[in-house]
C-alpha cells in the first residue's frame, strides 16, 4: 500500500511504565478510508498505543507513521492530520452544547459567524439540535458521548482515533453512536476504533487486531478470525424425534466432531472442524444422513462468534 492508502503502519511498538511493557512489540496496518477496529481486555494496550499512534506518548522503540508522517519525528504533521476522541468527554459541563462546540471552532481559528454555522451543522448531523441549548451536564451519557465526536470533527481529520467510545453506554446509545461512525467512515475519515466490546468490533470493524499484553495475537477480518480460530457448527431438525440418537452417531462418525443434542426433542447441533470449508461440511454431513435414512426438516450453518473467537485466542495467551 502506499502512503496515501495506509493510515496507519505501525512496526514493532515498545512502551514501558517503570518496570511493566504496556505495549510490547505492536505492529498494526490501517488501511485508509476505513474503520479499524482494536480490540482487547482492559489493561491489554491499547489505549497506550493509540497515545503513541496520536504523538501523546513516545514510543521506547519500534517506529509508526500516519499517512506516511513519522510520530516521532514529524508529530506536528501527524497532529494536522488526526483526531483523538479519548474514553471520557472532554466537555465544558456548565456550557451549552452549542456554546462548547462554537468555542472550540473559535479556537480553531474560524471567524464568529462561520463557528456558530459549523456548531449548528454538526448538531443537527449528529441529532443534537433539541438540546443545543442545554448545558452539557444535563445531557444523557450517549448525547455526551454524540457531542463529544462531533468536537473532534469541526475540522474533518483525515484520521479519528476513538478510544472506547461507548464505554458504559446503554444498547440504544450505543447504536447511535456507530450510526455517527459509519457517517463520518462514509465522508471519507479512517477511524482507528479501540474496544472492550467484540459486537462494536463485529459490527463496525472491516479489520480487527486482537490485542492482549500488549501483543497483537490475531489480525484480520471479522470472517477471517472466525474462520481461522473458531470451529463452525450445523444445527438440525429432524422430522422424527426417534431418530435423534441415530442421526448423532451417524453425524459423530461423518465430522469426527462432538454432537449435543438440543433441548428441542427433534434437534441436535455438531460441532464443525475449524480451519475447513463450512458448507463442506455441512454438505458432507447431510448426505451422510440421507443415506442412512434420516430425515431433516430444516437445517443451519453457523460461524463462531466474535466472543468464542476472542476467547479461544486469550486462552492460547494465558496457557
Given at each position: 500500500m502506499t502512503n496515501q492508502d495506509t493510515a496507519v503502519r505501525a512496526e514493532g511498538?515498545?512502551?514501558?511504565?517503570?518496570?511493566?511493557?504496556?505495549?510490547?512489540?505492536?505492529?498494526?496496518?490501517?488501511?485508509?478510508?476505513?474503520?479499524?477496529?482494536?480490540?482487547?481486555?482492559n489493561g491489554a494496550g491499547k489505549t497506550t498505543t493509540v497515545r503513541m499512534l496520536?504523538?501523546?506518548?513516545?514510543?521506547?522503540?519500534?517506529?509508526?507513521?500516519?499517512?506516511?508522517?513519522?510520530?516521532?519525528?514529524?508529530?506536528?504533521?501527524?497532529?494536522?492530520?488526526?483526531?483523538?476522541?479519548?474514553?471520557?468527554?472532554?466537555?465544558?459541563?456548565?456550557?451549552?452544547?452549542?456554546?462548547?462546540?462554537?468555542?472550540?471552532?473559535?479556537?480553531?481559528?474560524?471567524?464568529?459567524?462561520?463557528?456558530?454555522?459549523?456548531?449548528?451543522?454538526?448538531?443537527?448531523?449528529?441529532?443534537?439540535?433539541?438540546?443545543?441549548?442545554?448545558?452539557?451536564?444535563?445531557?444523557?451519557?450517549?448525547?455526551?458521548?454524540?457531542?463529544?465526536?462531533?468536537?473532534?470533527?469541526i475540522i474533518t481529520p483525515k484520521l479519528l482515533f476513538l478510544d472506547e467510545p461507548t464505554t458504559g453506554l446503554d444498547p440504544r446509545s450505543r447504536g447511535q453512536v456507530w450510526d455517527v461512525i459509519r457517517t463520518i467512515v462514509a465522508e471519507g475519515t479512517t477511524v482507528l476504533l479501540t474496544t472492550q466490546y467484540l459486537?462494536?468490533?463485529?459490527?463496525?470493524?472491516?479489520?480487527?487486531?486482537?490485542?492482549?499484553?500488549?501483543?497483537?495475537?490475531?489480525?484480520g477480518t471479522p470472517g477471517e478470525l472466525k474462520s481461522a480460530v473458531g470451529?463452525?457448527?450445523?444445527?438440525?431438525?429432524?422430522?422424527?424425534?426417534?431418530?435423534?440418537?441415530?442421526?448423532?452417531?451417524?453425524l459423530a462418525e461423518a465430522l469426527g466432531a462432538e454432537v449435543e443434542l438440543d433441548d428441542d426433542p427433534v434437534a441436535l447441533t455438531a460441532t464443525l472442524k475449524p480451519g475447513e470449508d463450512t458448507a463442506s461440511q455441512g454438505s458432507h454431513a447431510l448426505g451422510e444422513l440421507s443415506r442412512s435414512g434420516i430425515l431433516v426438516d430444516d437445517f443451519s450453518l453457523g460461524q463462531p462468534s466474535l466472543d468464542e473467537v476472542f476467547l479461544a485466542l486469550t486462552d492460547k495467551v494465558d496457557a
Amino acid at each position: 500500500m502506499t502512503n496515501q492508502d495506509t493510515a496507519v503502519r505501525a512496526e514493532g511498538l515498545v512502551k514501558h511504565f517503570k518496570d511493566t511493557k504496556a505495549v510490547d512489540g505492536v505492529d498494526l496496518v490501517v488501511p485508509a478510508g476505513t474503520v479499524y477496529g482494536v480490540l482487547g481486555p482492559n489493561g491489554a494496550g491499547k489505549t497506550t498505543t493509540v497515545r503513541m499512534l496520536a504523538t501523546l506518548l513516545r514510543p521506547d522503540a519500534g517506529s509508526a507513521t500516519v499517512f506516511g508522517r513519522d510520530v516521532v519525528a514529524d508529530p506536528a504533521a501527524v497532529r494536522s492530520q488526526v483526531s483523538l476522541t479519548g474514553q471520557y468527554a472532554s466537555l465544558d459541563e456548565d456550557l451549552t452544547g452549542l456554546e462548547n462546540l462554537v468555542l472550540l471552532s473559535r479556537l480553531y481559528g474560524f471567524g464568529k459567524a462561520a463557528a456558530r454555522s459549523r456548531a449548528e451543522d454538526l448538531l443537527e448531523a449528529f441529532g443534537l439540535t433539541a438540546a443545543a441549548g442545554k448545558q452539557v451536564k444535563g445531557y444523557s451519557g450517549g448525547m455526551r458521548r454524540r457531542l463529544d465526536i462531533a468536537a473532534s470533527i469541526i475540522i474533518t481529520p483525515k484520521l479519528l482515533f476513538l478510544d472506547e467510545p461507548t464505554t458504559g453506554l446503554d444498547p440504544r446509545s450505543r447504536g447511535q453512536v456507530w450510526d455517527v461512525i459509519r457517517t463520518i467512515v462514509a465522508e471519507g475519515t479512517t477511524v482507528l476504533l479501540t474496544t472492550q466490546y467484540l459486537e462494536e468490533a463485529d459490527q463496525l470493524a472491516g479489520r480487527i487486531a486482537v490485542i492482549d499484553t500488549g501483543k497483537v495475537i490475531a489480525e484480520g477480518t471479522p470472517g477471517e478470525l472466525k474462520s481461522a480460530v473458531g470451529a463452525g457448527s450445523i444445527r438440525l431438525r429432524l422430522h422424527h424425534a426417534d431418530q435423534r440418537d441415530h442421526a448423532r452417531t451417524v453425524l459423530a462418525e461423518a465430522l469426527g466432531a462432538e454432537v449435543e443434542l438440543d433441548d428441542d426433542p427433534v434437534a441436535l447441533t455438531a460441532t464443525l472442524k475449524p480451519g475447513e470449508d463450512t458448507a463442506s461440511q455441512g454438505s458432507h454431513a447431510l448426505g451422510e444422513l440421507s443415506r442412512s435414512g434420516i430425515l431433516v426438516d430444516d437445517f443451519s450453518l453457523g460461524q463462531p462468534s466474535l466472543d468464542e473467537v476472542f476467547l479461544a485466542l486469550t486462552d492460547k495467551v494465558d496457557a
